[in-house]
Every structure is written in C-alpha cells, then in structure tokens.
C-alpha cells in the first residue's frame, strides 16, 4: 500500500531539524525506515517547514513507528492513498 504523509515542523524545532536533516546521507535515511518502507518521493515547502512524502508498506505499524520517531520535532498525518491505475481499476470494480 501507499500512504501520504504531510508535516510540519514546529516552530521552535525547524532550524534544528534542518540542519540534522542535511547532515543525514541518504543511506542514513534509508537506514531509519528499515526494511518495511520504501520512499517513493519526498517535497519539502522550507519557507513554510512543511512538507510531503509517499512511502510504500506492507505494514501500516512500521510506518506509524518509523513516523513517531520525528514526533517531538513535527505533526504528520498519514493517510492511505491509490495511483491512477488503482484509482482506475477501483472505479471499474464499483461500475461493473
């Protein structure tokens, strides 16, 4: 499944959250998803600390644990979501 979720940094934490966030490497990255999660794309909005990302899981629990991880520094909200051929084959099982 794929799931959105969007953020934003609380006021009092976005210039320390984007410094430690550019010193992370990708590999660093990939690292705190672990094996469960894969980022499919990630846009940031700095002049307003908040942002959006697409990940792919197979288990909901390891997105929400990996998530609570950046909790003291953000809000998030995470909701499943479809791609177009989803979203297509979706309207013509409800059709038929």
Known sequence: MKFMMTWRIHEEHRHDALKGFSQMSAEDDAADYGDKITLIGRWHDIAGFNGVAIFETDDAMALSNWALNWNEIL??????????????KLGKMRNE
Do not use: C, F, Q, S
């Open 75 to 88: 809000d998030a909200t995470v909701i499943p979501v479809l791609d177009d051929d989803e979203t297509r």
